[in-house]
Nanobody, 115 residues
């Protein structure tokens, strides 16, 4: 199982980025996929989840209405569309999946929101 994030970068407040997480070694269509983030000096926190069936989603309160998680099963990739970015969104973003019996993480992609 491998997860590779991409799409991070430097963006001004109010801007947008789309993060991608390419999965290999398993079919992500049958698993819940999660995005987490970790800001400097802070604990890692869950940002969004997409369920394997029905594509129901969960969002952290502070990103609701701004972030959208989605998946492309044909590409075995999960996305995080981030709009109206704020400086407090600055963090390393990680994708995560639990494929029994292990939790898998990518190496992360850095998002910096600054003017």
């Amino acid at each position: 199982v491998q997860l590779v994030e991409s799409g991070g970068g430097l963006v001004q407040p109010g801007g947008s980025l789309r993060l991608s997480c390419a999965a290999s070694g398993f079919s992500l269509s049958t698993y819940a996929l999660r995005w987490y983030r970790q800001a400097p000096g802070k604990a890692r926190e869950r940002v969004a989840t997409i369920a394997p069936v029905g594509d129901s989603t969960y969002y952290k309160d502070s990103v609701k209405g701004r972030f959208t998680i989605s998946r492309d099963n044909a590409k075995n990739t999960v996305y995080l569309q981030m709009n109206s970015l704020k400086p407090e969104d600055t963090a390393v973003y990680y994708c995560n999946v639990f494929v029994a019996p292990m939790d898998y993480w990518g190496k992360g992609t850095l998002v910096t929101v600054s003017s």
